[in-house]
């Protein structure tokens, strides 16, 4: 079956620091692959799409990398701020193209 | 940005009555619509994909005649909860993706409901 995994265990860095987030996906051949930032009680927040021919993609302080052969993809936030503390998640479209897959997330905390 | 809503952002009811939800896309319009559930601490859990026009396709396990979905125009779609239980408390979130537009998709605020 298809399987998504994010590191369960909460992520706690320094602020300055580069945060890195992991995604390992099983049975699936995605076209595509996104992240989403969650606070509590909240929809999640569109970060950044990267797609199968993509190995890397930025945005600000942001940047996703994308291993298909490994399949994987890393999420760093760097020097990152106590505003950057919330839920990550990763997420991969299903069998229908389009409807996204969600790994369970990963709980960054960010402390001065 | 594209911007999607919910109402209500909060509901509590008791079992057995029907709960509506609405999704909107405030400035853009939505071919598709998606229907999430989130359980405490779990991840989301896709429900149920709503066209414009059409009926909606539902994943394993979701009871189309307990969860039903309108999608009567492109910005809006509604998912309502019929004879809810205790069970059906949860975040219920919606997504849309923008007609013609890239794959990402947007996500509205969430829905709370709790079932006394």
């Known amino acids: 079956s298809q399987k998504i995994e994010q590191n369960s265990e909460a992520l706690n860095i320094q602020e300055g620091k580069t945060a890195t987030l992991t995604c390992n996906y099983t049975n699936y051949s995605p076209a595509y692959l996104q992240w989403y930032r969650q606070d509590p009680g909240r929809g999640p927040v569109f970060l950044l799409l990267?797609?199968?021919?993509?190995k890397e993609k930025r945005k600000e302080r942001l940047k996703v990398t994308f291993d298909t052969t490994l399949k994987q993809s890393l999420f760093h936030i760097t020097a990152s701020q106590p505003a950057d503390s919330a839920t990550y998640l990763c997420?991969?479209?299903?069998?229908?193209?389009?409807?996204?897959?969600f790994g369970k997330g990963t709980s960054l905390l960010v402390t001065p | 940005g594209a911007v999607v809503s919910q109402h209500p952002s909060r509901v509590i009811c008791k079992s057995g009555t029907s709960v509506k939800i609405e999704c909107r896309s405030l400035?853009?319009?939505?071919?598709?619509m998606f229907w999430y559930r989130q359980f405490p601490k779990q991840s989301l859990m896709l429900m149920a994909t709503s066209n414009e026009g059409s009926k909606a396709t539902y994943e394993q396990g979701v009871e189309k005649d307990k969860f039903l979905i309108n999608h009567a125009s492109l910005t809006l779609s509604t998912l309502t909860v019929t004879s809810a239980h205790p069970e059906d408390s949860s975040f219920y979130i919606c997504?849309?993706?923008?007609?013609?537009?890239?794959?990402?998709?947007?996500f509205g605020p969430g829905t709370r409901l709790t079932v006394l």
């Open positions: 990267i797609r199968e021919n993509e």
């Open positions: 400035d853009f319009q939505a071919t598709t």
């Open positions: 997420a991969l479209a299903g069998a229908s193209g389009y409807a996204l897959n």
């Open positions: 997504s849309a993706g923008e007609r013609g537009g890239s794959d990402t998709q947007y």
